[in-house]
């Protein structure tokens, strides 16, 4: 298939003959949703304690006579029916919660996602990106002449220029990333990407 090719100015520029495996796939939305939340649970940490009821700081003495009282027997305060007792279930901060993705669905899925925004028109291929000095004005400039100038924006280059990256962290909606670091939660989450050429050259070489 070809895509359409821009150049730093928004001029549109000769096509790219890229590959049907990696950007012509059909659209699998089961495959998206578990590979999106297979990474997305592969990132969560196990930073959440609680503690169980024999980890509460409490008296085992039992709070009052088991009768005569009128009210439910209770054998100590650190009961979890009880404000301030313990957790039935608690959180140990040691758990996994990690999913499997094997790398052949893995590869599929990011060449459905790709497939979906080449289908839809927010892919934008350019010839080449980088700035003269680390300007934040000048990349909003340019990212405005590819008419994206109010829209998030994910940026996928061959190599990281550090002109490039330095002029993007001022800009709040702007992402920048090599193309081996493009992952599936930043392609769904941004509507718009725009690849370069030799990007693309390395995605197919890593997709394909």
């Not at 928004?10 to 796939?25: H, I, K, M, P, Q």
């Not at 000048?138 to 061959?158: C, N, P, Q, W, Y």
């Not at 920048?176 to 769904?188: C, G, I």
Request: proline share 3%; with cysteine.
């Amino acid at each position: 298939m070809e895509l359409k090719v821009i150049n730093d100015k928004g001029v549109a520029s000769a096509n790219l003959v890229a590959s049907d495996e990696v950007f012509g796939r059909g659209y699998n939305e089961d495959l998206v949703h578990q590979l999106v939340t297979a990474y997305q649970a592969n990132a969560r940490a196990a930073n959440s304690k609680q503690k169980s009821r024999c980890e509460i700081a409490k008296s085992t003495r039992k709070p009052f006579a088991q009768k005569g009282t009128g009210r439910a027997r209770a054998g100590m305060a650190s009961s979890p029916l009880w404000r301030g007792g313990g957790k039935i279930f608690p959180n140990t901060g040691e758990e996994n919660y990690t999913q499997k993705v094997n790398r052949k669905m893995y590869r599929a899925g990011f060449a459905v996602i790709l497939s979906k925004l080449v289908s839809e028109n927010r892919l934008i291929v350019i010839d080449d990106l980088s700035v003269d000095a680390p300007k934040t004005k000048m990349l909003a400039d340019k990212i405005k002449s590819f008419g994206l100038a109010s829209d998030r924006v994910l940026i996928i280059t061959d190599n990281l220029d550090e002109n490039l990256y330095l002029s993007s962290r001022n800009l709040p909606n702007v992402l920048v990333l090599e193309a081996y670091q493009a992952d599936p939660v930043s392609l769904v989450r941004y509507p718009n990407v725009v690849v370069t050429r030799a990007a693309v050259a390395k995605i197919e070489e890593m997709f394909a």
